[in-house]
Each structure stands twice: as structure tokens, then as C-alpha cells.
């Protein structure tokens, strides 16, 4: 590397480069940046199948907006410098902690599915949030309709005229979205590989009557109230049937799924909040 050690090397301070993208000379990725341990690089990442590597900090060669840029091509590392090979040459010289050295492929993968780029995410939560809507259409699952009958009887009471009908129909499009279940999620799934994530999100939401914070409130009510076998039953529900592996399926997707700007939800808490402050 041709740097001094000023502001204009980029590898200067080492700490600010954890977690960014690590790619080969020839424009593969191999990973994400997860520790320095004396003059090694570790690098990790895949969900699937998780690769890791210890690479001299010597065959760094640049940092562009992707990432860190090798000296090296995908061959030379996967053949040089990968954990089967480097293992036992590391660990008899100690030069890295036996720590660094586990693997540990759970959270490997974990910190990849963090780190990587919005759109291979947004990819990734489609999938699983399609997952989601054949498990509905498999089980015949559509979303409870209580809580719209709760919203259209209030509104029938405190509203008239025309400011009822206005209030009627989007209501009522939410609950024949919601009726679709599966392919309401489904069509979530498709905006999210489009990048459309706020209203994927919304949809997914919609077609599932349920998020994280219903679940927990349902198994925390039953256990409140003493019923912990009730909330060991809906807990057992959700892990094993099609619908209840449907709902997780569509929570991951939502958790997964990485959008720019506020939140449909965001955007609708800050205009009332608005209103009431004017």
C-alpha cells in the first residue's frame, strides 16, 4: 500500500472500516469486515453458505463507497487464505485469539444479513414474506375483521354526511385487503424486492392481522392472567402450523426488510400529532 499514515490513508484507523464490504481485486464480494487481530484481517459473510477468511492487512489495497478493495482475486483468497487453510497455521503461531478464531455461524450470519446492502435485504424479505402468503393460501388463513368492525361502528356514531363516507372506504378496502390474506402479503413480498418498503411493510401488516407487538401482548396478557399452558399453546401454534409459521414468516420479512425515509406509521403518528399541536 502506497499511504502514509495521514488523513489520506484510509486504513489508518482500522476501527472505522468494521462491518463494510470486503471485495476482491476482481469485483467479487467476500464478505464484511468483522475483526483486526494483529496484522489479519478476518473477514465473514453469505447467509446460506458462510465463507471466512484471515487476510493480511498488507493486501489491502483501497477503500472505494463499496468497500475495502484486495490486491488479491476470488481465487487466491478462497485457495490462500481461507479459514480451512489459515486455521492451524494462525493457531500454532498465536497470532490471533482462539476466540477469533470459532466459528460462530449463527451470528455470522446475523451481522452479514445486518451489514449487507439494502437491496440484497429487501430481496431476502420478499422471499420469506412470499414464504409467508403461500402458507396463508395453504391454510385458508384471513385476518380478523373485529378490529374494522370496531373502527366503522365508531365512525357510524361520530361521524355523518359525507365525512362518514370518506372514512367508510378506505376502511372498507383495508378489510377486503385483509380478507385476502396471502395474496395481500404476497403482493407485499413483490414490494419489497421493488424497494417499495414502507408499503410493502403496510400490506404485509394488513394481510396478516398480526405484528410483533399483537404476539406479544396476547402471550403477555395469558400469562398475566395466570394462563402460561394458554401461552404455551399459542407460542406451540406459532412454531408449528402453516399459520402460525406464516405470521413469523411475515414478521422476519418486515424486520429484514430495509427502507429509506419514515414508515407509513411514522408518517401518519407525526400528521396527527401536527394537528393536534396547531
Known amino acids: ?11 489508518s484507523d482500522w476501527s472505522t472500516l468494521i462491518n463494510k464490504s470486503v471485495y476482491s481485486i476482481d469485483g467479487r464480494r467476500l464478505g464484511l469486515l468483522r475483526k483486526i487481530s494483529y496484522d489479519y484481517m478476518i473477514v465473514s459473510g453469505g447467509l446460506i453458505k458462510l465463507s471466512r477468511y484471515f487476510i493480511p492487512k498488507l493486501v489491502a489495497e483501497s477503500v472505494s463507497k463499496k468497500g475495502i478493495v484486495l490486491r488479491i482475486t476470488t481465487y487466491e483468497a478462497r485457495t490462500q487464505y481461507s479459514y480451512a487453510r489459515m486455521r492451524n497455521f494462525i493457531s500454532s503461531l ?10 460462530r455461524s449463527f451470528y455470522d450470519r446475523f ?3 445486518r451489514y449487507t446492502t439494502r437491496n440484497t435485504r429487501n430481496r431476502f424479505a420478499g422471499a420469506i414474506a412470499f414464504v409467508s402468503g403461500i402458507l396463508f393460501l395453504l391454510s385458508g388463513y384471513k385476518a380478523n375483521l373485529a378490529v374494522y368492525h370496531l373502527i366503522e361502528n365508531e365512525a357510524r356514531i361520530h361521524a355523518g354526511g359525507e365525512l362518514l363516507i370518506f372514512i367508510l372506504f378506505p376502511i372498507g378496502i383495508l378489510a377486503l385487503l385483509s380478507q385476502l390474506g396471502g395474496i395481500t402479503v404476497m403482493m407485499g413480498a413483490v414490494l419489497f424486492v421493488a424497494n417499495r418498503v414502507n408499503i410493502g411493510k403496510f400490506l404485509v401488516i394488513i394481510g396478516t392481522g398480526q405484528g410483533l407487538f399483537t404476539i406479544a401482548l396476547r402471550i403477555g396478557s395469558e400469562i398475566w392472567s395466570g394462563n402460561s399452558l394458554l401461552a404455551n399453546n399459542y407460542v406451540t401454534w406459532l412454531t408449528t402450523s402453516a399459520t402460525g409459521l406464516g405470521i413469523l414468516f411475515a414478521i422476519i420479512s418486515q424486520s429484514v426488510s430495509k427502507g429509506e425515509g419514515n414508515s407509513i406509521y411514522s408518517k401518519v403518528l407525526g400528521h396527527l400529532l401536527k394537528r393536534n399541536n396547531s
Do not use: C, G, S, Y
Open 111 to 113: 451481522i452479514t444479513l
Open 1 to 11: 500500500m502506497a499511504f502514509t499514515d495521514d488523513n489520506n490513508n484510509p486504513f
Open 94 to 103: 498465536k497470532l490471533v485469539p482462539e476466540e477469533n478464531i470459532e466459528r
